[in-house]
C-alpha cells in the first residue's frame, strides 16, 4: 500500500504501456524497468530493453543509464560494453553524475575501449564531486593504485570536462 492507496500492478502496466506505445519517455522507461524486474508481471528482458532503448533515444536521462547498464550486462540483449560507454556519456553530457561514474569506471579499465585512466579518474571525482556516493566509495577502494596518477593531468581532463559540458558538480 501506497500512501493509503493500494497497488495495482496489472492497472500499472496497463497505463504504463498505453503511454509508453504512444511515445512517452518516461513511461516508457519505467515499464521497462518493470518489465526487468518482473514486478507485477511477467519478466520480459528483451522486451524491457526495447522499451528502455526507446526512452534513452527520446534522450530520457534514467532511461540512458538504464540502457547503458542494461548494454554493459546483457540484460534483454547481447553486452555490447563500446555502447553501454557511449549511452553513459549521453547521460552524463546531461548533467548525471550516476552516469559520469559509470564512464568513468569503463575508461578507467578499459571497457568497452581503450583505457584512459586519467580521465577516467577525472569523472569518477567528478561525479563524487557531485554526490555520487558509489564513486566516493570507489574513490576510496582504488586510492593506491590511482595515487600512482599524475594529479595535474587529472586536474586538467576535470576542467575540460567541465568547460566542453558546463558541468557544475
Excluded at 511477467?42 to 547498464?69: C, F, W
Excluded at 561525479?127 to 593504485?145: F, I, R, S, V
Amino acid at each position: 500500500m501506497a500512501g493509503g492507496v493500494k497497488t495495482d500492478a496489472d492497472a500499472a502496466f496497463t497505463h504504463l504501456k498505453i503511454a509508453a506505445d504512444a511515445d512517452d519517455a518516461r513511461a516508457q522507461w519505467n515499464l521497462g524497468m518493470m518489465l526487468l524486474s518482473g514486478e507485477g508481471v511477467t519478466a520480459n528482458p528483451a522486451l524491457a530493453y526495447d522499451y528502455v532503448r526507446k526512452s534513452a533515444e527520446q534522450g530520457h536521462e534514467d532511461g540512458m543509464i538504464s540502457l547503458a547498464v542494461m548494454l554493459a550486462l546483457g540484460q534483454g540483449v547481447k553486452p555490447t560494453p563500446a555502447e553501454a560507454r557511449f549511452w553513459y556519456e549521453q547521460a552524463a553530457r546531461q548533467g548525471s553524475a550516476h552516469a559520469l561514474r559509470g564512464l568513468g569506471m569503463m575508461l578507467l579499465v578499459g571497457e568497452g575501449g581503450p583505457s584512459a585512466p586519467v580521465t577516467g579518474t577525472a569523472y569518477v571525482e567528478l561525479a563524487a564531486e557531485a554526490g555520487d556516493a558509489n564513486a566516493a566509495t570507489l574513490l576510496k577502494h582504488y586510492a593506491a593504485p590511482l595515487s600512482q596518477l599524475l594529479r595535474p593531468s587529472i586536474d586538467a581532463a576535470k576542467a575540460n570536462w567541465a568547460k566542453a559540458i558546463g558541468w557544475a558538480p
